[in-house]
């Protein structure tokens, strides 16, 4: 678990799109990823791209502007 938190904030800080990471982590779902992410962190995967400059909309990961 502590390698897939790991894992998963290092994808979203550089750019992967959540459902990509969640299928490179073996979740069945961008929700179970959405979930595990926010009982790791505290915050959706969302709110920790755009403190990482970057903005997420629909499972996708833009950069801010």
């Known amino acids: 678990d502590e390698v897939r938190h790991e894992l998963a904030r290092r994808y979203l800080a550089q750019g992967v799109q959540p459902k990509s990471i969640a299928a490179l982590l073996g979740y069945n779902s961008l929700s179970a990823f959405h ?7 505290g915050t959706t995967p969302a709110q920790f ?14 950069p801010s502007i």
């Open 49 to 62: 791209s755009q403190s990482a400059g970057f903005s997420c909309d629909l499972g996708s990961l833009t």
């Open 35 to 41: 979930h595990a992410f926010r009982r790791w962190t």
